[in-house]
């Protein structure tokens, strides 16, 4: 299955990344908020929809900063070739509100965290994008 989605990068006022726990089955690992595109909508419509959704925040979303390409196995185990375009949101806010989560999404998140690049990069579970801890450093410095 085709899916182009759109990844959030929000990043508080000292560098820190928001990340999600995922936790399914037998599988669990951090990632980036965000989700699919809905029919008709621009990769940065659903960033702007997606951050509302997963975090309550209401803060203008950036730039596209970096895309990528990617297949993997979704939760109900049927393969995804995702086109993933990564948006920089800027915040000072560090409470989000995740009442406007899907059951799937309360089911599947267990827990969040605002981390530094070099805290991802120590984490014991998979991070998704893999290499997310450098891209951030590199986002950060070009911002």
């Avoid at 951050?51 to 049927?78: Q, S």
């Amino acid at each position: 299955m085709k899916r182009p989605s759109s990844r959030l990068l929000i990043v508080d006022e000292e560098g820190r990344l928001l990340l999600f726990w995922f936790r399914y089955e037998e599988r669990s690992f951090w990632a980036t908020p965000g989700g699919a595109l809905e029919p008709g909508e621009s990769f940065k419509q659903a960033a702007a929809r997606e951050l509302h959704e997963e975090t309550g925040l209401t803060e203008p979303v950036g730039d596209e900063v970096w895309r990528r390409n990617t297949r993997f196995v979704g939760p109900d185990g049927a393969p995804i070739e995702a086109e993933e375009a990564y948006f920089l949101i800027r915040t000072r806010q560090k409470n989000v509100d995740f009442s406007r989560w899907t059951p799937d999404e309360t089911d599947m998140i267990q827990k969040t965290a605002w981390l530094h690049a070099n805290e991802i990069a120590a984490l014991d579970d998979p991070v998704f994008p893999e290499t997310i801890s450098h891209v951030l450093a590199e986002v950060l410095d070009k911002s």
